[in-house]
Structure formats: C-alpha cells, structure tokens
C-alpha cells in the first residue's frame, strides 16, 4: 500500500511539474510580446514543439508574426514574417478545426496579403476573407475578437468602395461591451480591445 501511495504522489508531483513549466514558458511568451515579437515567436515555437497537441502555442507563434506584418517592417522581412505566420495557423488547424479563434487569425493574415501587395492579393483575398469572418461569426457570435475584427473588415472593404463605415459601428460598440465583461481561462485569447477602442474613434466616436 506504502509503494502504491508513493508512486501516486510521485505521479502527481512529475504532473504537476510538468504543467508548471507549460505555464511558465507561455507567460514568459505572453511577456516578450510586449517588446519583442520575434523572440516571442520563437518562444511559442518552442512550447509548440514540445506541446503537440495543444493548439495556444502555435496560435500565440501565428499572432506574433501576423502583428508583425502590417508593413512596419521592410517587404522582404514582412514576406517572411507572413509565410511564417501561415505555417503556424495551419498547425494550429490541424489541432483545433473550425476554430473561429484561429479564423480571425486567418482574416488578419489575409488582410496583411493585401495591405502587402492590393493588386496581386485583393480580388484574390477579399471574398475568402469575408467568408471566413462570416463563418467565425455563426461559429462564434458573442466573441469579441470575430465580432470587432469582422467589423474591422467589413469597415476597411467600405471605406475602399467610398462607402459609409457607420452600419460597423453598432457592432464595434458591442464588441467593446464583450471585452470588458470577457473571462479567460489559462492561456486562452484575451487580445483586441485596443484594436476595437481604435476603430470606435474612426466611428467618430
């Protein structure tokens, strides 16, 4: 009886150890995303190796690269930065599908293509892009992130065509709702408030 109980807490302990150096690693992950996104994705590149089955690792990786890629950087390393980002959204897809989390990366993604080059990737780009926020909201419908970012979207598309932006903002106004009464578990996503309090002053808000 002796040994059985010992090797149960020894179990324990080797779990509890192991769950513990998950969670440091992807804080420690989280933390260099406030200064460095690239030592940030290798972080989460690294977790991901050693976490093959959970998907956060490869979505804070994708994240990481997508936030670099809307042209702060030059053309040759914004390039690398998106093919990067796409390698990790595939791997976060075939752990997690139909993931409308994961979906708004996809859009952003998307949306960097055609910040990157309008004419190669605009028509290519903007209705698969639609369709996909699309299918993230009926998957998701009180998420703040599908909610702001397909907004976001649909407010960039109007502004193109010198359409009016204000059918958008009804929806940007709820998103700001959500996000400010949203709980989060663990590692979960928990971004894009700014981005929404951003879009509520083009609302002219």
Known sequence: MKTI????????????????????AMKKGLELMKTDLQAASQQFERVAKAEKENWLPAYYAALCNVNSSWGQLPKEKTLQHMNKAQEFINDAELISENNPEIMVLQGMLNTCWITYD??????????????????????????PRVIANR???????????????????????????????????????????????????????
Do not use: H
Not at 5 to 24: C, D, N, P, R, W
Not at 118 to 143: D, F, H, W
């Open 151 to 205: 907004a976001r979207w649909l407010m960039g598309s109007a502004k193109f065509f010198g359409k009016d932006i204000a059918p958008y903002c009804g929806e940007i106004d709820k998103a700001i709702a959500l996000f400010e009464k949203e709980t989060v578990e663990g590692f979960q996503p928990r971004w894009g408030k700014k981005g929404a309090l951003d879009a509520k002053k083009e609302c002219g808000e």
């Open 118 to 143: 309008s004419r190669v990737y605009g028509m290519k780009l903007s209705g698969p892009t639609t369709a996909l926020y699309e299918k993230a909201i009926q998957i998701a419908p009180e998420n």
């Open 5 to 24: 109980i010992t090797t149960f807490v020894l179990l324990l302990s080797l779990s509890l150890t192991a769950q513990s150096g998950y969670e440091k």
